[in-house]
């Protein structure tokens, strides 16, 4: 947690699901609510989590959390811009490549995945010549299987409760 004067931000990447099962957990959750309810800054506070339904409700109540916001998987624009980003940090060109193909094809992929179908594919390029080719990171694709495929039955359940719970974002 980081305060100033004028505002507090906990800004955490991801939190863990935090339970009431150990004395630790239960001191972390104790020290987190006892700081939400008598801070008199004005806080801001940012956290995620892949999995919600771990949360304790102490903290998932208003006043706590105001907003709980949803973010699915990537549409196809933001697909398009993953693969621009990862191309370019890997210097290589996406002027080179069907953007638009190689995010039609990796539906229902995370951006993590997309990552790494372009890692996949510059082994398998210096395995040959070294040079990345877009039939490259199709094939990462094609061998790929996502997490929405591997845990499918979750991320529908996943879906189904933040449908009339979350604020889509």
Do not use: C
């Not at 935090?18 to 008199?40: F, H, Y």
């Not at 800054?41 to 919600?52: C, G, K, L, R, W």
């Not at 398009?80 to 290589?92: G, Q, S, T």
Request: charge should be negative; hydrophobic fraction near 45%; avoid cysteine.
């Amino acid at each position: 947690m980081a305060e100033t004067k004028d505002l507090s931000v906990l800004l955490d990447a991801q939190i863990p699901i935090i339970g009431i099962e150990s004395p630790d957990e239960q001191r972390v959750l104790g020290t987190l609510l006892t700081w939400m309810a008598e801070n008199s800054n004005a806080a801001f506070i940012v956290a995620t989590s892949n999995d919600i339904s771990g949360l304790p409700l102490e903290l998932m109540r208003k006043g706590r959390l105001d907003e709980i916001f949803f973010i699915d998987l990537p549409e196809q624009n933001t697909r398009r811009a993953i693969f621009k980003i990862h191309l370019k940090k890997r210097d290589l060109d996406p002027a080179k490549f069907n953007l638009a193909s190689l995010a039609a094809n990796a539906e229902e992929f995370t951006g993590a995945e997309i990552e790494e179908a372009i890692v996949s594919a510059r082994y398998l390029a210096d395995a040959r010549d070294g040079t990345v080719k877009e039939a490259d990171i199709q094939a990462a694709i094609d061998r790929t299987y996502p997490i929405s495929v591997l845990k499918a039955e979750s991320i529908d359940d996943l879906r189904a409760w933040a449908k009339n719970r979350t604020v889509p974002a």
